[in-house]
């Protein structure tokens, strides 16, 4: 731990940000309760499925000018339906405005570095969301990022536009040479009665260790409506903690669709504040996990005002030695009256040596609410099995229907059709299923 | 709406009826814990040098050890050397027969509505009646000694049955364990011991009844049940204490073993003095009550209601190590006032086609905060594991907190595990629905409550079931719309 | 028994009932039929005392009484009963548990002696067949998982329980097929006698056909704008609702 320490703060002083206001304070505030708190273990109640240590032991470096990726090196991962998106790529956590590709238009949608945006007429947007997800996240990880917070990135979708292309984010790791410790950092803000869906990948080049610890924060106005999708299918030596962190100040609706499929120790929060009544959220996941991944999908519902509805569905396959852990925690605060909050955790276990470890909560100081959480381990259901079976349809196809029956509920939701397909094609080839 | 919250509110004013004290005179340790006291309460008891020596290794453990902060209260911190560790109502060394208990006492269980007289005894209950730190009187025992059942006080079976003690005694919960429970393994002044023989089945409801009367003490008791071999018995708790304004500290014990074929039920009806409405003063209730199914086809089932109590943290738990075997939990948990409630239960699923079921229902008002804390566990070869939860919330008032905290981890894919949890409010449909019929919204709540914890009243003995629900009326009275 | 005067009422700012006047006398079977909206269902709401609604205007006399001054509860036990168009679920609460406490509540407003177990069996067991209603039903937690049959039914059952001096059943044949309609109707006109009333709430013809009113009231736009006969249901149905808007020389939607 000490050499990590070591490593960012000879990093940090090495550059010559001279920013200041609330990015520098942020930055500052960050190092420091980094240095004072450390990567958070397994005793750490938020963490105490999930080891990272080991994942962030790995004797990163910050070797300059080992990194040069060619636009052409991006095709090799570009999603699907990137012909009509705009690509963002983030290189090693800082952001390559030469290898990106803004298709729409800056009255739609507009990219600055945070150094800048924290300066103009975007400062007071900047100043009251920026690092907003320390308040649930207060451990060293989320500090960690924040030290770095100075080589963010701002985007706004402005009012009334509701952005064509989506935006595809590369999160590229250059792992081939050194391994590779990453901070990338975005505030997305989301103008009233705007529109826009955003796709995010964690991409590896390279066969060193590859840590991404990121910070998305999100704040979405009144009448906005937004869609954030993850896919994350590395390898098992890439490992991540990735912060989305959502906040709905005005009546708005927002869903998200994580699907997890590969990786080593992948940590995913994602935290959904409503700030406003009447708020929509959707939350849904599938992991679908073999091998040694570990998968943490730990989120928040945070209802502050009344009426508002969300909902969470999350599902998971685990097989092999994969190990998965769900972590949902809804809040009711006092004035968040007729709040109806959903949540549900569904897991399948396919092999003897997959773990499971879930916890769903509840905490609620509102008294008229609908407030319900469930949550299930098993296998396959014999009576469908066997009803398939008797129908000709062999143990092994009608084992790999079923599974893929429970993973479509999941896949449907991706409004993105491209997106889509290209998962639902990765779960198929996964399950053997014949689409 | 507002005529609901009215009524609610009314019966949050409720007085709590066990609050008085009796004066009598005790025999005490003076405050503070070290090795002398330790040295004392065995001394007092005339215990074997084991014993001594077993004490003497907890206490030495919990030197080392803190607090636990993780459960979902707050409270000042204990002083533990203002605590007084041993108090005992001064009578007569020996007793020759029930007739010589001290007739203050006597009187002070009659008034709980507790009879020590075997002529007025309760219909088949055999009761222990612990008062402070030392047992009183049990009754029945002669009628239990005949089928070979043994039911005393835990400080006559160190003397009578060492060697079962010896054997049993920290078998389930360790004296290490954690804070509380290492802190009574080193001061537990008395408790009950029960021994059920290989295929004997107990005909009557074994019975503690806990009552904390002197002041600045804390009441640490140990309770063991042992079911050999195809033995069955029910057993059941009941605790109240005087309205004082300080706390005071009661961190019991119990541990179950249940051998092959056999069956523990575990029955508590909690209702320690809560506290003022202030949230001035009642008990902290810091209870490790564990039981392991050892045997194949083995059956461990707790029931709780909880009434009383500032400050509960309680996680009654089994042990599933028999193949087969079974662990149950039904809980109904009250807060009101300033009441805090951390409570659940922890499932560990160690042998092949065990099977648990937990039913917890918690109500919240006032200002209260209550909480279900339950862990199920399914380990590598618990081939075949089922568990069920279901943990339904009900709030009364919006000044009050209802929390569910489930931990579950499986590491076995033929494991079937389901949770459900839901947090409602009596809704005004259903008032209105009720008023409709005739009936005054009191009686609407009173019906509705009842209605929402039947699934674990029900599983109450008989003779306690009217008991408990006439307790939850009065733990909610004026509290509820 | 019952007189509504000049009955005007609103719920939150929306006014629903603008004027309604009725007087139902013993041994009186009255129809409310009306679109949907007209108000029919608040109606019943502001007789049995529903908080959500405001009373803005008027006056309901209910044996004597001034009915809108009575609590909810006051109002049942006195012998108002609401059969609810959607009867509330409560978990836990068994049917039985839940109509002993309530006949010994009213019992209890009126003076008598509650009702030991033996002889509430006893009346339950006789009633019970008078709506064919089956005892296991009787023993579950009141309406959960009811159908919509056994729901309705299980009101009645109430009302036969209960004995009413004015039963106002609210759209009791929604959700309902053509046989538990019967059985339900039936049970309602066993329960019928010269000393009570009741006030039947419907948007369809068909209930009327197995409970036979004395006088059906059409309400429209919280008015009771045509009171008639039987028979005025059966134009009604005739002719449909759009007859009382020509009737009112409002304009009708054409079909084109």
Redesign the interface.
Known sequence: MSELKELIQNKLSKESFSGNGSLKALSQKGLELFNEQGIPTVKHEEWKYTRISAALNKNFSYAEGATAITAKEVEEFRLPGYEAANELVFVNGIYHAELSNIRSSADELVILPLSEAVKGEYKSIVDSNLGHSAGYHKDGINALNNAFAYQGLFISVKKNKSVEHPLYCYYINDARTVNVLSQPRTLIHVAANAEVKVVEEEVTIGTSDSFINKISEIVVEDNAQVHLYKIQNEDSHSSCVKTTHVRQIGVSKVNSVTITLNGGVIRNNLNFILEAPGCESNMYGLYCVKGSTHVDNHTIVDNKMPNSLSNELYKGIIDENATAVFNGKIFVRKDAQKTNAYQSNKNILLSDTATVNTKPQLEIFADDVKCSHGCTIGRLDDEALFYLQSRGIGDKAAKALLLHAFAIEILEKIELEPIRQYVDQIISERLDFEI | ?SEMLNTLEQTALSEYKYGWVTDIEADEAPPGLNEDIVRFISAKKNEPEWMLEWRLKAYRHWLKMSEPE?ANVKYPKVDYNAIKYYSAPKQKKTLNSLDEVDPELRATFEKLGISLDEQKRLSNVAVDAVIDSVSIATTFKKELAELGIIFCSMSEAVQEHPELIKKWLGSVVPMTDNYFSALNSAVFSDGSFCYIPKGVKSPMELSTYFRINAENTGQFERTLIVAEEGSFVSYLEGCTAPMRDENQLHAAVVEIVALDNAEVKYSTVQNWYPGDKEGKGGIYNFVTKRGICAGVNSKISWTQVETGSAVTWKYPSVILKGDNSQGEFYSVAVTNNHQQADTGTKMMHIGKNTRSRIVSKGISAGFSQNSYRGLVQ?G?NAVNARNFSQCD?L???????????????????????????????I????I??????????E?AVA??I??????VMNQLPMEFAVEAQKLLAISLEGSVG | MLSIKNLQARIEEKEILKGINLDIKPGEVHAIMGPNGSGKSTLASVLAGRADYEVTAGSVEFLGKDLLELSPEDRAREGVFLAFQYPIEMPGVSTTNFVKTAVNEIRKYRGEEPMDAVAFLKLMKERMKLVNIDQALLSRSLNEGFSGGEKKRNEIFQMAMLEPKLAILDETDSGLDIDALRIVAEGVNKLKSKDNATLVITHYQRLLDYIVPDYVHILYKGRIVKTGGKELALELEEKGYDFIKEELGEEVESPL
Not at chain 2, 427 to 430: H, I, K, L, N, Y
Not at chain 2, 450 to 455: I, L, S, T
């Open positions: 709406m993780w399914v590598k919330s709030l009364l008032g919006d000044k009050c907190g209802a929390h569910t905290f489930p931990y579950i981890e499986v590491k076995n894919s033929t494991a079937q595990v389901e949770h459900e949890a839901t947090t409602s409010k809704g005004e449909d259903q209105f629905y009720c008023n409709q019929r005739g009936l005054d919204t009686t019906l509705i009842n209605g929402f914890a039947k699934e």
